[in-house]
């Protein structure tokens, strides 16, 4: 069964970056398509990025795209994201999340099977 830890939560002042992984583990190996969601209070889990396998092909809500970089460590099976000129907006739980079976991305969370607990980021004024 796949497993997700992500780091690199936190509280950053907006403008500034965080970079966040998340370790897979629990499988022979990690070629799927991987993807982050983050979800803030109140709301429903939002799509952010995913990365196709081996890591060709990514795709980005249009609110981080030129912002967010989603990156993929075949080797290390790691996935991160690097946030860049964070906003307020940008503050909830980040969520990895994994599509085993497939090498394609998706924006949509029904179609990610696996999941890790989250990690908080907060972007202050």
């Known amino acids: 069964q796949v497993q997700l830890v992500e780091s690199g939560g936190g509280l950053v002042q907006a403008g500034g970056s965080l970079s966040l992984s998340c370790v897979v583990s629990g499988t022979a190996h990690s070629q799927f398509a991987m993807g982050w969601f983050r979800q803030a209070p109140g709301k429903e889990r939002e799509f952010v990025a995913a990365i196709s396998w081996p890591g060709a092909n990514t795709r980005y809500a249009a609110s981080v795209k030129g912002r967010f970089t989603i990156s993929r460590d075949n080797v290390k099976d790691t996935l991160y994201l690097q946030m860049n000129n964070l906003k307020p907006e940008d503050t909830a739980v980040y969520y990895c999340?994994?599509?085993?079976?497939?090498?394609?991305?998706?924006?949509?969370?029904?179609?990610?099977?696996?999941w890790g607990q989250g990690t908080q980021v907060t972007v202050s004024s």
């Open positions: 999340a994994a599509r085993p079976g497939s090498h394609w991305t998706s924006n949509t969370v029904a179609e990610f099977a696996s």
